[in-house]
């Protein structure tokens, strides 16, 4: 299934943001960040169902969370028919759930 990829504009601004603060904690690790990001994406995009649902959520469409590989950020999104929607790249200090306010239209 061919998803598109749609992300709430503030979960790219927070992507940007963590990729910068990776990048001035070592050279090259924003763009590794990135990378394993991207990666996660795929995954995501070649089998969307295959990340548990975000713990509490109970309806649908189901809100899920995949977690980036060698990142402590979680990718929180929902498969909305042909839609990938991108509501969060939530690091795991963060409180749980600040995002939630994105899932409004």
């Avoid at 109970?58 to 929180?76: A, K, S, T, W, Y």
């Avoid at 999104?77 to 899932?103: K, S």
Wanted: cysteine-free; glycine content about 10%.
């Amino acid at each position: 299934m061919d998803l598109i990829r749609r992300e709430r504009r503030e979960a790219a601004a927070e992507l940007l943001a963590q990729a910068r603060y990776y990048e001035g904690q070592r050279a090259g690790l924003g763009t590794a960040f990135m990378d394993a990001v991207d990666a996660a994406i795929a995954a995501i995009e070649a089998f969307p169902d295959a990340a548990g649902p975000y713990p509490g959520w109970d309806r649908e469409p189901m809100l899920r969370l995949r977690h980036v590989e060698g990142f402590p950020v979680g990718i929180v999104y929902l498969v909305d028919g042909r839609d990938l929607v991108v509501f969060a790249y939530a690091h795991h200090r963060r409180a749980p759930g600040y995002w939630l306010g994105r899932l409004d239209p």
